[in-house]
């Protein structure tokens, strides 16, 4: 995540509850960028299970209340895994937001649940042994797409010095789900992640399909979806990210928000009753890159084309 742009009076009137279906949506580039309206028509990702591994959620926010499941908090080992943050929630909205509910916005996956999953503190920052151990629980009660929007300057590449993010991506891996990490915001080329470790690293693209100029690139098989100026679910309450602006909306930038959407995409395909593999490579294989820039990794996801894919 990058920056928070406070919410004005019209976002405010927006986001309350209206006779359209989602009367964020128009704000909403990055659906119609990964053509996900199209996808939709396909597979809506119905009881697939997210897990948001981040802050925690707004559990009670009214976008998000109707997807929950039962989650676990790391943080303070307990099972109220309440986002004292902000950066979870906006997360778990472009994931899973509920969609044609005449509120707020539309989530990548519109049949999808949300396992709120807290691992990371108030200021965002959080231990490796804890995110591990979120990982695996997630895997290890349903979770069938795990997300890990841990992009933020610095902080993925200290965690990852305690060496057991890996084994615990791959111990969901063999569970049967697909991991999606954000690459980063450094604006370098990185390779984060071990090679072996099936992981689905994320960059984030703009409103023109370049790459961010914040994104870091160069991971193995990486992809690119939409992080730039994105509109999600924030809590109702103050946090770190809220501050003064309890709208429950509000935008950010960062691979943290091109992350979920990646994640949505790919519950939809699982719900199609493809394997993590399977996934994985029906994401790859349909990205677009015209230019091959090699900022876009493999390029900008298609939801459309990715569920078209055989295999």
Avoid at 39 to 58: C, F, H, M, P, S
Wanted: aromatic share 4%; proline share 5%; glycine share 12%.
């Amino acid at each position: 995540m990058r920056k928070t742009f406070i919410c004005g009076l019209a976002l405010l009137m927006a986001g309350c509850s209206s006779a359209e279906p989602d009367p964020l949506l128009a704000q909403q580039w990055g659906i119609d960028a990964l053509r996900l309206p199209a996808a939709w028509e396909q597979q809506k990702g119905d009881d697939v299970i997210i897990a948001i591994v981040d802050t925690g959620v707004d559990t009670e926010h009214p976008d998000l209340e109707d997807k929950i499941v039962d989650g676990y908090d790391f943080v303070t080992n307990d099972d109220d895994p309440k986002d004292q943050n902000g950066h979870g929630t906006h997360v778990a909205g472009i994931a899973a937001a509920v969609t044609d509910n005449g509120v707020g916005i539309a989530g990548a996956a519109p049949g999808a649940k949300i396992m709120p999953i807290r691992v990371l503190n108030t200021v965002g920052s959080g231990d490796p042994n804890a995110i591990a151990k979120g990982i695996i629980w997630a895997a290890d009660h349903g979770a069938k797409v795990i997300n890990l929007s841990l992009g933020e300057s610095g902080l993925l590449s200290r965690l990852l010095k305690g060496g057991v993010l890996n084994p615990a991506m791959q111990h969901a891996y063999t569970k049967g789900a697909v991991v999606v990490a954000a690459a980063g915001n450094d604006g370098t080329a990185k390779q984060n992640y071990q090679p072996p470790t099936q992981v689905l690293v994320v960059g984030a693209s703009d409103r023109q399909g370049q790459p961010a100029s914040f994104s870091n690139f160069g991971a193995q098989g990486a992809v690119c979806a939409p992080g730039v100026k994105i509109i999600s679910t924030l809590p109702t309450y103050a946090t770190a990210e809220t501050l003064k602006n309890t709208t429950g909306y509000g935008v950010l930038d960062g691979t943290s928000m091109a992350s979920p959407y990646v994640a949505g995409v790919a519950a939809l395909l699982v719900g199609q009753g493809k394997s993590p593999a399977q996934v994985m490579e029906a994401l790859r294989s349909t990205a677009v890159n015209p230019t091959k820039d090699v900022r876009l990794g493999l390029g900008v996801v298609d939801a459309q084309a990715a569920l078209a894919a055989s295999g």
